[in-house]
């Protein structure tokens, strides 16, 4: 299965731009890019997730890299509620494997007032 | 929104008991999943459910057994509970068959079983 890689934590001030990167230098040419994150004592919460292009939603954005060998997920504003665990999956858009969501140890993000 | 139950957030159990977790999705999806969560381990997949009464393993299916009589209620079962089970269990579910590695899943809050 091709693995991501993540920081294992990173830090923002509220109200400021967080860009949260991830590496999947092992990327197929069928793995969609998913990010959730889990707040503490919650359940994983789906953020976004693309294929090729940047996409864009309410809660977040994601850059693509060309190659797609990584990928920057980018909350625009950060606030206290954005703090949480966040993980970059990849998923074969068809397949036994893509019933299946892998969740590594993801980067723990905290908002400083 | 879509909306999926856990039964229960906290359960304590005691070794060899039965127990049964129920999950129940609101929005007709066709997925369902069970996942639990280790400190330092992640999300690990035990089971997943693409229609009514199918079932397949997932990574660490030992120890478990699953049960979907109805769409919408994925229920995961330890025949004998063991202090190695006590862990947090996650429900998750997923829209349609088609192209699952594109579709979102949506997750409860959690199961947090301790076993005695």
């Known amino acids: 299965d091709a693995k991501t890689t993540q920081p294992n934590s990173m830090e923002s001030n509220e109200e400021e731009p967080v860009h949260l990167p991830c590496n999947h230098s092992?990327?197929?040419?069928?793995?969609?890019i998913h990010w959730y994150r889990q707040l503490p004592s919650q359940g994983p919460e789906y953020v976004i997730h693309?294929?090729?292009s940047n996409v864009n939603n309410r809660m977040a954005s994601l850059a693509i890299a060309e190659d797609r060998k990584s990928s920057t997920l980018i909350l625009h504003r950060a606030t206290l509620r954005d703090a949480a665990v966040y993980y970059c999956?990849?998923?074969?858009?068809?397949?036994?494997?893509?019933?299946?969501?892998?969740f590594g140890k993801g980067t723990k993000l905290s908002v400083i007032p | 929104d879509v909306k999926v139950t856990q039964s229960s957030r906290y359960l304590v159990k005691r070794t060899g008991e039965k127990v049964f977790l129920e999950c129940v999705q609101d929005?007709?999806?066709?997925?369902m999943f069970w996942y639990r969560q280790d400190p330092g381990l992640g999300l690990r997949l035990i089971y997943f459910?693409?229609?009514?009464?199918?079932?397949e393993k997932g990574d660490i299916p030992e120890g478990y057994s699953v049960s979907r009589e109805k769409k919408e209620r994925f229920s995961l079962i330890l025949e004998s509970a063991s202090t190695n089970q006590t862990s947090m269990y996650l429900c998750?579910?997923?829209?349609?068959?088609?192209?699952?590695?594109?579709?979102?899943?949506?997750f409860g809050a959690g199961s947090r079983l301790t076993v005695l």
């Open positions: 929005m007709d999806h066709e997925n």
């Open positions: 998750a579910s997923s829209r349609s068959r088609t192209l699952p590695g594109a579709n979102v899943l949506t």
């Open positions: 459910s693409y229609d009514v009464k199918m079932k």
């Open positions: 999956i990849l998923r074969p858009y068809s397949g036994a494997g893509s019933y299946q969501l892998t």
């Open positions: 693309g294929l090729t």
């Open positions: 092992t990327i197929s040419g069928t793995d969609y």
